[in-house]
């Protein structure tokens, strides 16, 4: 995987699941022992936010060069999308009041809705000839990101390699959390399948206040303990309390690190 370019973030899922496979075969007896898996070091994801004014100069330059590229980008960054959910968008899709994603990257579908910003930019301007599919399918996807690229190099933004269509994903969940959305409605807003992704590679701390970082850090604790003990299928009282796990053993409460080992016995995890 290595020397096919991977990186470590693409390399440990994929690491993991054949640990799963593996464990699964070793229960069946078809394997005697199970080799060890290090977990590679990742690093932080991406945590760059649009400034307001970022907004404003690039959206104005990307209007500059294309009306649609300029659409694109008030609604990925109004509706927290992905760049190709909102490409496959049809007609169909869009409501008086709302936008449904039916072909998402976790397999589930959302509907979210739609800002007054968004209403009017998928509206298309009158022109002849025959009705597109969708409001954003002439574009594809390559030609988005040159208009975004060589818009961002005019307004001196070339050198940020962090300023990619995705940040306008991870802006939208920024401001919905500002905005004093609860955390659990930006989850399903952004279609994560776990909190913990929406804590930790979607939304930065500096975005609360600083009265309110104990609790957020409290948040991020209780929600990766929580997202292990569901695929452990423990019950809650593992994480809070002393509870009984056989007649002559009580357990102490378990951290998300402990929680990690049980999960994954096999495999030592790096300290990062």
């Not at 970022?54 to 659409?71: G, M, N, P, V």
């Not at 869009?94 to 930019?121: A, D």
């Not at 378990?254 to 994954?264: A, D, F, G, I, T």
Request: net charge positive.
């Amino acid at each position: 995987m290595r020397q096919r370019g991977n990186s470590n973030a693409t390399i440990n899922p994929k690491m993991a699941a054949l640990g799963k496979l593996l464990r699964k075969t070793y229960k069946m007896g078809d394997i005697h022992s199970l080799p060890e898996f290090r977990r590679q070091k990742e690093r932080a994801g991406r945590i760059r936010f649009v400034e307001r004014d970022e907004e404003a100069r690039l959206f104005a330059t990307i209007k500059s060069c294309s009306e649609d590229a300029y659409r694109l980008s008030v609604f990925l960054v109004d509706s927290g999308c992905r760049l190709g959910e909102a490409l496959r968008l049809i007609w169909n899709d869009l409501q008086e009041h709302r936008v449904s994603f039916w072909i998402t990257k976790s397999g589930r579908s959302r509907t979210i809705p739609m800002t007054e910003r968004v209403k009017e930019v998928v509206k298309l301007p009158p022109a002849e000839g025959r009705r597109p599919k969708g409001p954003f399918t002439k574009l594809s996807q390559a030609q988005f990101r040159a208009i975004w690229n060589a818009a961002k190099a005019e307004v001196g933004l070339g050198a940020d390699d962090q300023v990619v269509p995705h940040i306008l994903r991870h802006t939208c969940a920024s401001r919905l959390v500002q905005g004093g959305i609860d955390i659990r409605r930006v989850q399903m807003w952004l279609g994560h399948q776990t909190l913990s992704m929406t804590i930790r590679t979607r939304i930065s701390p500096p975005t609360i206040s600083t009265a309110a970082l104990p609790c957020w850090r409290r948040l991020d604790a209780v929600a990766r303990a929580t997202a292990i003990r569901s695929a452990l299928h423990l019950p809650p009282k593992y994480l809070s309390g002393k509870s009984r796990l056989s007649g002559k053993r009580r357990t102490r409460n378990l951290s998300p690190m402990r929680l990690e080992k049980m999960q994954n016995p096999g495999r030592s995890v790096e300290q990062e």
